[in-house]
């Protein structure tokens, strides 16, 4: 059975929302998606110390979670061997946030089938779905961008902006 | 250059002497090693209740380092690339106590490249030292099998039985 390896932040765990908010909370007007398009929103001037959150106990928790991610995984796994690979490394406060985020959002996927790592090149799998460019570039297997504001000028990856288009590249693909 | 992953437990972290001090306090008398060789002591009559401790927070924080990985890791640090992988997923108490050991005697680890996972088939590496059987069966590279009393029956897998045996083979491998 060929595998897929699938992030969780901005694939299946949308954190836009509470980076926009806490941008908002900090300067004291919400950005506009011009202002944060190309990038991530700790990038923009002044702001990196944003980034910060990600270490704070209870960031992960609470995330929503990407739209159609569920039904479109819960298919999958009919066919392939699905994991959910997380860079959690950098973020010693996210382990539990994490895990219990995927057991409430997703129970029917099995611990066996969940990675905590740091560089990705470690993982083996036939695809892996991921917003990070840098994930896919050592990658062996067919790497899929899933569009974020900081990759949307990314174009060695072939693209899927939402659940609906992983749904028809694996449709595509027939296995 | 040429990667090593290596288990935690039975490998660098030393759970044995906690089993047995387990077991002498639930049955009130030490364990003999005839009497625990070629299994866990868990799997021993009516010790089963025992890895229940498995899940408690702090299980894994005292643990004592295996005798001469520390240096030796350093070593092969100069010539591959060194990730700890560990099947922490089973056990979401063991995750920080996990990630503090590793920074408190492996400090020279860094936490790109840790793993903490369920399935380890998942992991791309040139070799695997392990004290599992079924970590190193689907392992794509080198399985080296790390002698503990539940695999001393084993024979499918090249075997070290401490730090010293692991030099020795990567002095041997010349790369």
């Known amino acids: 059975m060929q595998r897929i390896a699938i992030d969780m932040d901005e694939v299946i765990a949308d954190v836009r929302p509470k980076f926009l908010s806490l941008y908002e909370r900090e300067f004291g007007r919400p ?6 398009w190309g990038k991530k929103v700790y990038q923009l001037p002044g702001a990196a110390h944003i980034r910060e959150c990600l270490h704070e ?8 979670v990407i739209p159609g991610s569920q039904e479109c995984i819960r298919e999958l796994m009919e066919r392939y061997e699905v994991f959910i690979v997380t860079a959690a490394m950098e973020f010693r406060a996210s382990f539990e946030d994490k895990f219990d985020w995927l057991q409430e959002h997703f129970p029917f996927i099995h611990w066996k089938n969940i990675v905590f790592c740091g560089d990705k090149s470690i993982i083996s799998a036939n695809y892996m779905i991921d917003d990070h460019a840098f994930n896919l570039e050592h990658f062996q297997g067919k790497g899929l961008l899933y569009t974020a504001s900081h990759n949307v000028h990314e174009t060695r990856f072939t693209r899927v902006d939402n659940w609906e288009d992983i749904r028809a590249f694996f449709r595509a693909q027939g296995a």
């Open 57 to 64: 106990k209870g960031f992960f928790a609470g995330l929503p």
């Open 31 to 36: 950005l506009v998606k011009e202002e944060y």
